[in-house]
């Protein structure tokens, strides 16, 4: 059964940066995508960026591509989100998902000081 | 890029009766590949979104057949034949049309 797992929650202080995993199972993972998307505490999906875990192309959200880096690692079945110079509106769960159709279990991220 | 507009933001229903959502994007969905990117999501308290509709009529493997997705080009709805008590949740569509994919802010039902 497909099984995107991804890492532990992490606090970090603003100007920080932030690196989440999600690790994939049971299922070919550079036959599909890997898909960000974060929920702000009490708001709605907010969708980051894409990876195509075949080629690393990218395509991420207009006011993040500054920002965010998405990367994978095919060794291990991985993709990476990193976001950089974090700020206290970066605090939510962040979400990987395969294309769209199959979810990890959140990641938390605080952004504090 | 495509705004996707929800309504209605909250959707008080009662157990048994059917409820429907609208979502309005801001430019046709339609794919020049002759598909039409538009998903439904379903979020329970807690949980991690769920995929419910695809190419906004399909519905994914194991979701109840009380849920149905309609519509084309710019308007799309969610429906729910009758109520129960494990539907509610947030529900939100996304279009997977044109970068960047969007969502819409998200409908709370409510018992």
């Known amino acids: 059964q497909v099984q995107l797992v991804q890492s532990g929650a992490e606090v970090k202080k603003p100007g920080a940066s932030v690196k989440v995993s999600c690790k994939a199972s049971?299922?070919?993972?550079?036959?599909?995508?890997i898909t960000w998307v974060r929920q702000a505490p009490g708001q709605g999906l907010e969708w980051m960026g894409w990876i195509n875990t075949y080629s690393d192309d990218t395509n991420y959200a207009q006011h993040l591509q500054d920002r965010v880096i998405m990367t994978t690692d095919t060794s291990t079945n991985t993709a990476y989100m990193e976001l950089t110079s974090l700020k206290s509106d970066d605090t939510a769960v962040y979400y990987c998902a395969r294309e769209v159709d199959s979810w990890g279990q959140g990641t938390l991220v605080t952004v504090s000081s | 890029e495509v705004v996707m507009t929800q309504s209605p933001l909250s959707l008080p229903v009662t157990l048994g009766q059917p409820a429907s959502i609208s979502c309005r994007s801001s430019q046709s969905l339609l794919h020049s590949d002759g598909n039409t990117y538009l998903n439904w999501f379903q979020q329970r308290p807690g949980q991690s979104p769920r995929r419910l509709i695809y190419?906004?009529?399909n519905r994914d493997s194991g979701v109840p057949d009380r849920f149905s997705g309609s519509g084309s080009g710019t308007d799309f709805t969610l429906k729910i034949s009758r109520v129960e008590a494990e539907d509610v949740a947030v529900y939100y569509c996304m279009q997977g049309t044109q970068w960047p994919y969007t969502f819409g802010q998200g409908t709370k039902l409510e018992i």
């Open positions: 190419n906004f009529s």
């Open positions: 049971g299922y070919t993972f550079t036959n599909y995508g």
